[in-house]
């Protein structure tokens, strides 16, 4: 009988990882598959119970992200300026329209059906991927945004944009002629991405600077006594503080917690409701560039990606671990009831 060899503390590596710095990854909502987009200028379909890929699109520049449209089809957003669909079925793409600069993020709405991307070009597009072929057919509205798109996220018919100049924009892709919210980051430094809570009452926003806000959409005075923020992904050194990016923040589907991921290698699990980390992974190779939870939260992938915030320099090879998750890691602990009076 041979002995089985657990996975590595990091979890299993997956094979042919992009070659290049990895921009994001993204689990399907049907099934284990992983979408992951790369500096390679590449969009990758893994199926990630199996450690095989399923399939890969070139693109004319760098891909900044990628999002699932169903299992075996998504959606990417260039530095070559285009928005397309991969359908990796049937080895068929087609550009969806374009911005007037790279196209930082996309995302697609379930509950509207639509496409929305953000970009460098200081505009949010949704764009209707039933159309036919060609721009003007797919594009649904452009709306000016106050800087440079850098983060993204949706939850029900909620859309959050986070722009440089620490801007946040809360829309209801049911009205999009302005937005539902304005509000700055409540964070001094540089958004670095932004992730609407699963259910759908406000979202974390983390900085370059070691911290993550945690906010809320109802901006009654009592609601907004409950935000707060917290430092993360910081170490001490003779007697400095040392402080990292928070590259990515990731939802677990079923209990609300969350992961961070930061330039420090270290992926943290926090219960936000009650204030505490609940867990440490091992250190991983280099920067944490981005995270996702597979549907039922029984798996992490994590992309561990040098994301060139020290310049150019000889890292570690990019890499996607996909780790088993444990209810201990991610499960929030429920708190002791007090003593009964006497």
Known sequence: MTAVIPPPFSGRELSNPP????????????????????????????????????????????VLDCCFHDDSSGFSASADNTVRRLVFNYEKEDILGRHDAHVRCVEYSYATGQVITG?????????????ASGQERTLIGT???????????LVGNRLVVATAGRHVNVYDLRNMSQP?????????????????????????????????AMEFFDSSEASQAKKYAFKCHRKSEAGRDIVYPVNAIAFHPVYGTF????????????????????????????????????R???????ASSYTYEEGDKPHEPDAIFVRSVNEIEVKPKSKPYPNPPA
């Open 296 to 302: 039922d939260g029984s798996l992490l992938a994590v």
């Open 143 to 153: 709306y000016l945004q106050p800087e440079r798109v850098y983060s993204l996220s």
């Open 119 to 131: 970009s460098w070009d200081k505009t949010l597009k949704c764009w209707d991927p039933r159309g």
């Open 259 to 294: 992961a961070t991921g930061g330039c420090d290698g270290f992926v943290n699990i926090w219960d936000g409701n009650n204030k505490k980390r609940l867990y440490q992974y091992s250190k991983y190779p280099s920067s944490i560039a981005a995270l996702s939870f597979s």
């Open 19 to 62: 070659t290049d710095g990895i921009s994001n990854l993204r689990f399907s909502n049907h099934s284990d598959h992983l979408l992951v987009s790369s500096w390679d200028k590449t969009v990758r379909l893994y199926d990630a119970g199996t450690n095989v890929m399923r399939g890969e699109f070139m693109h004319g520049g760098a």
């Open 180 to 212: 539902e919210q304005r509000r700055e980051s409540s964070l001094k430094y540089q958004t670095r991405c932004v992730r609407c809570y699963p259910n759908g009452t406000g979202y974390a926003l983390s900085s370059v600077e070691g911290r993550v």
